[in-house]
């Protein structure tokens, strides 16, 4: 059974332009969750969704990030207008229901330049 | 607010010796989640344990084991007889449900051959 794909796996954006970044849940999972690395520190949390919904977006900055799980298809995880303090890496993770252990991607590592 | 303390950056052992990597929480709830992840050079997250806040038992896992304990506020995690394999970066986290953890930075384990 495949885990969770995130892609890509390294994306390159200069300042102002649009990130997308990409995640496929477990097969069999219906919530999503995102989390954020900045260097040198632990991940953080952003945001909750479970198809179609946002069930938890505390985490989320309040301008220009912006998420979605829609009915079919990846979760989107949308960086409007990028600056370098985007840089970090983004983890997607998926669990069959909300009260089940987590299951990581990979992580998207984002730059800017 | 919660917060986790993995005051160890690196560890660097030599196989076959032990290695214990030091978690500390800080929590005003009551009721709460502790994890560990491990995250190897591929870059996933890999889910290692999830103990809740009224379970104290000592838990082993063939090499690995863990000790919580509340009246430290510790949650420490030993790798025993370590391989090379076991190099990787270990979180520990820390949550009041099962999806909004709060991660440490993190401890890069190196186990030379």
């Known amino acids: 059974n495949a885990g969770v794909m995130q892609n890509p796996r390294h994306l390159v954006r200069r300042r102002g332009q649009e990130a997308r970044l990409r995640c496929s849940p477990v097969?069999?999972?219906?919530?999503v969750y995102w989390y954020r690395q900045l260097p040198e520190e632990g991940l953080k949390f952003m945001v909750y969704?479970?198809?179609?919904?946002?069930?938890?977006e505390s985490g989320m900055p309040k301008e220009r990030f912006s998420a979605e799980f829609p009915k079919e298809g990846p979760s989107i995880l949308r960086i409007q207008q990028v600056v370098r303090g985007d840089s970090a890496a983004y983890f997607c993770?998926?669990?069959?229901?909300?009260?089940?252990?987590?299951?990581f991607g990979s992580g998207t590592q984002l730059s800017v330049l | 607010a919660q917060k986790v303390t993995q005051a160890q950056t690196e560890i660097s052992v030599v196989e076959k010796e032990d290695v214990t990597l030091d978690c500390v929480y800080e929590t005003r709830d009551t009721t709460y989640y502790l994890f560990w992840y491990k995250q190897p050079p591929s870059g996933e997250l890999v889910f290692l344990i999830r103990r809740n806040s009224f379970d104290e038992q000592n838990e082993i896992s063939g090499r690995y084991s863990w000790n919580f304990q509340k009246s430290t506020s510790s949650f420490n995690f030993t790798i025993t007889a370590s391989q090379v394999v076991d190099s990787a970066v270990y979180f520990c986290?820390?949550?009041?449900?099962?999806?909004?953890?709060?991660f440490g930075a993190g401890t890069t384990v190196t186990v030379r051959a």
């Open positions: 993770a998926s669990s069959r229901d909300g009260n089940e252990k987590l299951f």
């Open positions: 986290a820390l949550s009041f449900n099962d999806y909004k953890l709060s």
């Open positions: 097969k069999g999972h219906s919530h």
């Open positions: 969704l479970q198809k179609e919904n946002i069930i938890d």
